[in-house]
């Protein structure tokens, strides 16, 4: 992949021009070639596999939209293929001039693109690129590098704890995203060549269909029994996968011994850090990934063009896919404050009965 202008959509350089034009316009009427309204679908994947589709992206994306004074419709496809294409269409007769979506797996979303596409509505790959498919932009944060936090964080976890050759488990997220295996390549990056040396020994690495944490705990149990009840620490590409690994953990009194990744910053995660029994979490500024997407949907539903800067190939379609990739940022028990602190999540939600006397531990007034 290419990269430039990494700070561009976090300081809405994307926004000069587009947003001004869309806030001052009375009527609400499109611009630059396209007469229609502009108007905005969104298609988020579900709601049990992270807090964050919910909780976070659908909040800034209205936030962001509200601030562009568009015309919305978020929608959740709660994991289903058929209730997203449903929702698709939906969208595409109510009259959206662009649609932007987050897969469940890249079959069904090149589906809607390219109907998308052959009715005249711009689009937009939000969060994971669909492989094959025809988004006019992708949105997401560069995730290999998340991948490549979370294995340093295991790392440094595992040798802050003195850990000698430390028997490791993967729980991948699901094989059907190809988020997932950005995040494997990144954190393969930093714990192969541990694995190739011997200084570390990989026992176990399984994927975990549509990251359904249910599926991920009884996958890990198995890892467990499989290993002896040996395994020092577990690489978790996310908190929901990561608490699902913890709850075994617990049950084996295993907890806060036993290092464990995770990613999103969701409030469990960060309440897991604080109290001992995760190590880590990867935290996605999903306001500006959210203002970012939101900036570019805008423009597209004016009919305008926006220069990301940056590319991203499309290993199955072939093509280069312009791009806005953010910058992650790894979080440990000593700057979880920095979480709460940009407004991503409240001090009510991480630091409620138990964990007030932690989160003051922790420096979170």
């Known amino acids: 992949m290419r990269k430039g202008f990494l700070t561009f959509a976090a300081v809405g350089l994307l926004a000069t021009g587009s947003m001004a034009a869309c806030g001052n316009n009375s009527d609400n009427t499109a611009t630059g070639g396209n007469d229609k309204k502009p108007k905005i679908g969104v298609i988020l994947p579900d709601s049990k596999s992270s807090a964050r589709w919910e909780g976070a992206d659908r909040k800034f994306l209205e936030e962001a939209f509200k601030a562009a004074n568009v015309d ?150 198995q890892q467990l ?30 907890n806060g011994k036993v290092p464990v990744t995770g990613q999103d910053a969701t409030p469990q995660g960060l309440q897991n850090i604080l109290a001992g029994d995760q190590c880590m979490t990867v935290y996605k500024a999903i306001r500006d990934e959210a203002k970012a997407a939101a900036e570019l949907a805008v423009a597209l539903a004016k009919g305008e063009k926006k220069e990301t800067g940056q590319t991203v190939k499309d290993p199955e379609g072939g093509r280069d896919v312009d791009s806005v990739l953010l910058t992650p940022k790894a979080i440990y028990k000593e700057n979880v404050k920095d979480v709460i602190a940009d407004g991503f999540v409240t001090k009510d939600e991480v630091c409620a009965g138990a964990y007030a006397k932690l989160c003051a531990d922790a420096g979170i007034s």
């Open 72 to 221: 919305y419709d978020i929608q959740n496809a709660q994991g289903d293929k058929n209730a997203f294409q449903t929702i698709a269409d939906q969208m595409i007769t109510s009259g959206v001039t662009a649609l932007m979506i987050v897969n469940l797996d890249s079959g069904t979303g090149k589906a809607v693109l390219d109907k998308a596409k052959s009715q005249g509505v711009a689009t937009i790959d939000y969060d994971r690129l669909t492989l094959g498919g025809s988004a006019q932009y992708y949105v997401s944060f560069d995730n290999e590098a998340v991948g490549k936090l979370q294995g340093e964080g295991l790392v440094k976890c595992l040798t802050d704890k003195g850990a000698k050759n430390p028997a490791i488990a993967y729980l991948n997220g699901s094989p059907t995203d190809n988020n997932a295996t950005l995040f494997k390549n990144g954190y393969d990056s930093v714990l192969k060549p541990k694995f190739d040396s011997k200084e570390y020994t990989k026992v176990a690495d399984d994927s975990v269909p549509d990251w359904d944490n249910t599926q991920a705990a009884t996958i890990f149990e």
């Open 225 to 254: 029994t499989k290993a002896g009840g040996k395994i020092d620490g577990v690489l978790a590409a996310n908190d929901g996968l990561g608490n699902a690994a913890i709850s075994v953990l617990k049950k084996n009194k295993l």
